[in-house]
């Protein structure tokens, strides 16, 4: 293996460690705005297998961005399923008006 790569795979396990430290600390009452964060996140990354597919590298290139397209969608799609889920928890019921008392009419005595 070359350092290069050497260096890459570092990179990747401590994101991965990073990563998933940070989200088993986040109280659930932020946990919304992140996934919204996150669904951004995977935005850029679909831009970016986008780029992979369509540069022409080869078909094993393009077939790994296919891949990389596809799974970037289905989880910008799942976020903001999950999100919306969310955030109608948290939405309040139209109040409705109580019901309204007939009025009293004098009996004669």
């Given at each position: 293996?070359?350092?290069?790569?050497?260096?890459?795979?570092?990179?990747?396990?401590?994101?991965?460690?990073?990563?998933?430290?940070?989200?088993?600390?986040?109280?659930?009452?932020?946990?919304?705005?992140?996934?919204?964060?996150?669904?951004a996140?995977?935005?850029?990354?679909?831009?970016?297998?986008?780029?992979?597919?369509?540069?022409?590298?080869?078909?094993?290139?393009?077939?790994?961005?296919?891949?990389?397209?596809?799974?970037?969608?289905?989880?910008?799609?799942?976020?903001?399923?999950?999100?919306?889920?969310?955030?109608?928890?948290?939405?309040?019921?139209?109040?409705?008006?109580?019901?309204?008392?007939?009025?009293?009419?004098p009996?004669?005595?």
């Amino acid at each position: 293996m070359s350092a290069l790569t050497i260096i890459q795979l570092y990179v990747f396990v401590l994101a991965g460690f990073v990563g998933y430290q940070v989200i088993t600390r986040v109280p659930p009452l932020l946990h919304t705005p992140l996934m919204s964060a996150t669904n951004a996140i995977s935005g850029i990354s679909l831009v970016g297998s986008l780029v992979a597919a369509g540069a022409d590298h080869g078909r094993l290139s393009t077939i790994l961005g296919f891949i990389a397209v596809t799974c970037a969608t289905i989880n910008i799609v799942g976020g903001f399923l999950i999100t919306d889920r969310m955030l109608r928890m948290f939405r309040r019921e139209p109040r409705t008006p109580p019901p309204a008392v007939p009025p009293t009419t004098p009996t004669a005595r």
